[in-house]
Every structure is written in C-alpha cells, then in structure tokens.
C-alpha cells in the first residue's frame, strides 16, 4: 500500500514538474497536453524519407521505424549497458532501487511504446524523442555497473572489461570528433557506419550543412547569382543577401528559374545515392560525412531547360521538344528534363519518343512516378486500358500520395463504363491534393451525366479558374 501511494505521488508530481517550463500546458494542465499528444498522433506535416533502402511517407513508416533507429544509431556500449540491465534488474534487492529503477524504465519506454501504439507521424530518425535518451542511459549504466559488480575481483577480468568498455567508445567519440557539426548522423556498427547507412537511411535531416553551402557562395561564387534555389529553405541565410530564395523539388529543377541550387540528400531516391548519381555533374561544391556526400551546391547548366518547360506549359509541344532536346545534350542526366521531354512527346502522340525518353529516365531512376504514369497514359492512348490500370495501381502503390496518378486511373475505368470506380479514385486523388484541377473537371463531367447539373457545373467552374496549386498537368 506505502509503494502504491508513493508511486501515485512521485507520477502527480513528475507531471507537473514537466510542465513548469511549458506555457501552453500551464493554460490548461490537462486539456492541452493531451491535445499535444493528439497532434503527435495526428500530425498534418508527412515528409518522404528513406527507410530501410526504400521511400515512405513518415505517416506510413512500419510500426517498428523508431526501434530500429535505436538500435542502428546508438552506441554498441548504451545497447550493451541497456540488454545487462534488462537482465540483471530482477537480480536488485533493494525494494528503493526496483522502484526506481521501474520509473526510469517508464519514463524510457512508454512514450515510445504510445507512439507505436497510435501510429504516430514521426521522421528524421528519433529526432522527437530525444526526451528518452536521459533515462535509457541511467538504465545503461546501471546495467554496465551489475556486469563490473558480477566480475569478482581478479584484475585481470576487470582490466579486461574495461578495455573491453573502451573499444565500445571509440567508434561514436571518433565519429563525433571527426564529423563535427553532424554527430547526429552516427550510425553505430549494427548499420554498418555511414557507409552502410548511405542510401538506406536519411543523414542531414536537420539540413545542418546548408550553413556551409551558403558560406560557399558568398565567399566563393563572384557572378552574383539572382536565384538561390534549395530543396528545403531556412530564411535566416537569405537575411542581407542579394539573392533571392526558391523552394524546388530537386527533380522538378527544370521547371524554374534559378541560378544555383543547394540540395541536401534528403528528399532523394535512394537508388540515386546508392549508385553515385547523385550529386549531378554540375555539382561545384559538396559537404561530406566520412567521405560521403550530405549536400550538394549545383550551378545550372543552362536554362533552356526552363524555357522547353514554359513552351510545354503554353501548349507549344514542338518548340518545347526542341528546347529540352538541346538542353539534354548539355545537361544529359538531368531528370527533370527527361520528365518534361517525356511529356513533350506524349501530348504531341509521338509515343515512342516519349518510350524511349521514359526508358533513359529509368535507367537513371527506375522507380521515378511520373515515368511510371506516363508509361500507363500512353498505354491508356493505345486502348490497353487493364494494362494501364495495373501500371497506375503500381504507381499509387509504390506512392500513395502520387495523386495524378488517381486521376488518370479515373479516366480508366470511365472508358471500362466503372463509373462509382472512377469517383472513388477522383475522391481519393482530391482528399491528398484539394486544389488539383484535372480531378475537378472529370468529377463535374460525371456528376452533369448523372443529373446533378449544380454541382457538377460547380466543380467545372473551379476547374476553370485554374486553382491547381501543385504538379504537372
């Protein structure tokens, strides 16, 4: 009975020890901070990253994703300390240090047990849950402590535990010496190193290396260039410069305008990383972790590129092949030329051009999805309409959040006459992109054929108006 209400008070007080600090539970002590862990679960925000070798969309990672990061990014000394306390804690006598010893493996493992369990939004790593490491480490040591305590006491054994303790450190303080200021992109020996993590797990998620990149072009570049593209921007570097910034996706770099772009790994297709075909040949300078690449600062090759892709935006298909053709010959591993090139090619039917660009393309990036998709719409235009249907579904397979490839899908199964078919992939193609165009004129043409004229017209209206905020049409 004493244990019970020690343990209530100790749990009473640790809550509101934990919000001192914290004004938006201060407010409402019991309200918001559940509505903080609402938000964990139910967070808005999903990025892609890589997992395992392959893309996931952080709200689709296996249940397993923060296990693993665990165990492949903390010291072999902290797992080792961490597996000697799990089996020695049964072992303590003492009623103080059993209690103890419980909390501090609650406070350890339930907010990652909670988050498993709700299936929580989480990304770059345990990043989140930092929190936790304060108490995995006490737990470690108590561990470690029990093996020296079980040892005896011949010296040599002891000697040769320390020694043993020591090897277990080098690898994460060398690291963390060696790589300064990106020790949080430590891989332990379980992944192999950064070596073994290249390519199958994310490194610079905090995109710490920007900060040399733009060092590098201040300092280094003299053109003055007017555009400073990145794939993910933070507004301080930008403060008092004379460039502008662009937020890009790496592989849509040919449809802006820029003059240099800084492009962190992250965001990337592994099969790219893995093969050396990231950084592009353009690259002029790159930030490294143990002789790998984590950023890279591109100088554009040329901008016919985004002229092809303003010809293609304004229905000039001729002019745009010519111009994405000649900057090909420039800039020939530049996928987002091909995609444009591609497309070029199919809306002017001339289908085994545009085969022949897909199949380079997926030489370069064999699971790229705008490939895929344009693989399936030409299946589509040559009436294999059931063989375009299985490359669109492999498509919002592999992606689900692919929305163009929804709508197209929809376009299918109106030509097979499966039309409520055709509303659920409209829906669910407007449910991950509200403001995609084409969905909503497809959409208001079925709902007119099926009397409901009001909104059906509603729905071409807003199509009209071109509200389409993302994506290629």
């Avoid at 709902?447 to 909104?455: H, S, Y």
Wanted: aromatic share 18%.
């Amino acid at each position: 009975m004493r244990l019970t209400i020690l343990s209530g008070i100790v749990l009473v007080l640790s809550f509101f020890i934990g919000i001192l600090l914290w004004p938006f539970a201060l407010e409402s002590p019991l309200a918001n901070p559940k509505a903080s862990l609402d938000l964990m679960h139910n967070y808005p925000t999903t990025v892609r990253q890589i997992f395992e070798g392959k893309l996931y969309w952080s709200d689709n990672f296996p249940w397993y994703y923060l296990l693993k990061y665990l165990w492949i990014t903390l010291p072999l000394i902290v797992l080792v300390g961490f597996g000697a306390f799990l089996a020695t804690v049964w072992k303590f006598k003492d009623k103080e240090s059993i209690i103890l010893s419980i909390f501090t493996l609650i406070a350890f493992g339930f907010p990652l047990f909670y988050a498993i369990a709700t299936g929580s939004n989480v990304y770059g790593g345990w990043r989140q849950f930092l929190f936790v490491l304060p108490p995995l480490i006490v737990l470690a040591s108590l561990g470690i402590w029990a093996l020296f305590a079980q040892l005896g006491s011949r010296l040599i054994v002891r000697y040769a535990a320390i020694l043993i303790f020591i090897i277990l450190l080098y690898h994460p303080i060398r690291f963390s010496f060696l790589n300064y200021p990106y020790q949080y992109t430590y891989f332990n020996q379980f992944a192999g190193g950064i070596e073994g993590a290249y390519g199958n797990y994310e490194l610079d998620y905090y995109f710490t290396s920007y900060k040399k990149a733009y060092e590098f072009i201040d300092n280094q570049v003299s053109d003055n260039p007017k555009i400073v593209a990145a794939n993910f921007i933070i507004p301080e570097y930008y403060r008092n410069k004379t460039y502008n910034p662009l937020l890009i996706d790496y592989y849509d770099r040919a449809s802006t305008d820029w003059d240099y772009a800084i492009i962190c790994n992250t965001f990337l297709d592994p099969y790219q990383l893995k093969n050396g075909i990231w950084p592009p040949a353009n690259t002029i300078y790159t930030e490294e972790v143990e002789g790998w690449p984590i950023m890279a600062v591109i100088k554009r090759a040329t901008k016919i590129d985004f002229e092809g892709k303003q010809f293609l935006d304004q229905g000039n298909f001729a002019g745009a092949i010519e111009k994405l053709n000649n900057a090909l010959e420039i800039d020939s591993n530049n996928e987002s030329i091909m995609i444009n090139l591609a497309n070029a090619y199919l809306k002017s039917q001339k289908y085994n051009e545009a085969n022949s660009i897909i199949g380079r393309l997926q030489s370069i990036y064999p699971n790229n999805e705008w490939a895929t998709d344009m693989q399936a719409r030409i299946l589509l235009e040559n009436g294999k309409v059931n063989d375009a249907i299985e490359l669109f579904r492999k498509n919002i397979d592999y992606n689900y959040k692919f929305y163009h490839s929804y709508v197209e899908m929809a376009k299918a199964y109106v030509i097979l006459g499966k039309i409520d078919e055709a509303v659920k992939y409209l829906k669910a193609g407007l449910r991950i992109n509200p403001y995609y165009e084409p969905a909503y004129k497809i959409y208001g043409q079925i709902l007119i054929e099926r009397g409901d004229v009001e909104l059906g017209e509603k729905m071409l209206e807003f199509s009209i108006e071109g509200n389409s905020k993302y994506g290629r049409k």
